[in-house]
């Protein structure tokens, strides 16, 4: 077998037991929707998050576009958000009715802030931050200048559980922070599922009536509302794994170590610059390929076994969904760069320091092949 890119079984086999065990008690329960498995990871990810509450969804979409919702934010709003993120991002913002608005991200693949504040508007309503890759975006000078212009900031922590800035997690800076369980991300679950998390009553409130038909209370609907539920199966399993998260963040962060030893010294490709502290949780390791030899170096490591991804081919408003926002090529120069020379390298808590070694010996070989 070769190199895997991602590997949630690891993680699987580590809860495996107590799951199947409570996988018998919530069947025999028949709490299979909400209820208290639910809510005590709620109270559980508050917890870890430093946060008053939590209110499971979904998946990660319903998360983003629950969170635009409970804000009210809808037609003839705009939402600025960066051109390199997974669709999601733009597609929760455009399902409320509101215009995405985008912007470019920087070196570092992350939102461009200077770029955010030429774009505001009297329409602005909010701005999503996407924590890509595992990387938190540095909000310390978001915050006041948020503030100051009445712009909420909503998180969007799909790839980032775990990451955190001075001790303060991702998901606590903003006015609410959106959360992915998608099996394959650093908390994953067993099938979808997704999180809001805040520390506003009032939206707690709010998207706790959204995600259910608009009542917290049985067949008390009041206001309108939708139907995105975190089941209790995968609640018991993202519980299980909770305790697990900041070991398996250092984990990643190790690789990411040994990606760096291995790598520093091949000019054709750029290494990550590297946030080395909490604020980088490597998700993703992704390299730029430079020269063109992006698709070529992919295949050659699929050849050699090694599975690779590319997050993502086209930066958003390349995409034929959003051509009506009507951004030409050439708007985003940084993002569309990147997007042909990046390549995502296999991250998972299974993955050795020989395995690394065995991949970043692959890469030299192909440049050398490539120079003779
Ligand atoms: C940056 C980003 N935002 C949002 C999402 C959406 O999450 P989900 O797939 O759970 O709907 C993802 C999922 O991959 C993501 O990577």
């Given at each position: 077998m070769g190199i895997l890119f991602s590997a949630p079984q690891y993680e699987f086999n580590i809860i495996r037991e107590d799951w199947l065990q409570s996988v018998v008690q919530i069947a025999q329960n028949?709490?299979?929707?909400?209820g208290p498995v639910v809510s005590k990871f709620e109270s559980a990810f508050a917890a870890y998050s430093g946060v008053k509450g939590a209110v499971g969804v979904g998946n990660g979409t319903d998360a983003l576009f629950l969170a635009l919702k409970a804000l009210g934010i809808g037609p003839g709003d705009e939402v600025i958000t960066v051109?390199?993120?997974?669709i999601a991002t733009v597609g929760a913002i455009h399902q409320t009715g509101a215009r995405p608005v985008l912007v470019d991200c920087d070196d570092s693949y992350l939102i461009d802030f200077e770029q955010v504040k030429a774009c505001?508007?009297?329409?602005?309503?909010a701005v999503i931050p996407v924590h890509l890759y595992?990387?938190?975006?540095?909000l310390r000078e978001w915050l006041p200048w948020a503030e100051e212009n009445e712009i909420h900031i909503v998180e969007d922590c799909a790839q980032a559980a775990g990451a955190s800035l001075n001790g303060k997690a991702v998901?606590?800076?903003?006015i609410m922070g959106c959360f992915s369980?998608?099996?394959?991300?650093?908390?994953?679950?067993l099938g979808d599922g997704g999180m809001i998390v805040s520390s506003s009553p009032e939206l707690l409130t709010k998207l706790r009536q959204l995600r259910s038909h608009?009542?917290?209370?049985?067949?008390?609907?009041d206001i309108p509302g939708f139907n995105s539920r975190l089941d209790s199966l995968q609640a018991s399993a993202l519980h299980l794994k909770l305790p697990y998260l900041d070991e398996w963040s250092n984990k990643r962060r190790t690789i990411a170590d040994w990606y760096e030893t291995y790598l520093q010294?091949?000019?054709d490709i750029i290494i990550p610059n590297?946030?080395?502290?909490?604020?980088?949780?490597?998700?993703l390791y992704v390299i730029r390929v430079k020269n063109g030899h992006r698709e070529a170096l992919k295949k050659h490591l699929q050849k050699k076994g090694v599975l690779t991804a590319v997050q993502?081919?086209?930066?958003i408003h390349l995409t034929p969904a959003y051509s009506f926002l009507e951004y030409?090529?050439?708007?985003f120069p940084v993002a569309e760069a990147y997007a042909s020379e990046i390549l995502s390298l296999p991250v998972h808590i299974g993955l050795t320091e020989d395995e690394v070694l065995m991949i970043a010996s692959e890469i030299k070989a192909f440049f050398i092949l490539n120079k003779q």
């Open positions: 028949g709490m299979f929707v909400s051109t390199n993120t997974f505001v508007t009297p329409r602005t309503k595992g990387q938190l975006v540095d998901g606590s800076w903003g369980f998608y099996p394959d991300k650093n908390l994953g679950a608009g009542g917290e209370v049985r067949y008390q609907h010294d091949i000019e590297g946030l080395h502290s909490s604020r980088h949780v490597y998700h993502y081919p086209a930066p030409d090529a050439g708007s």
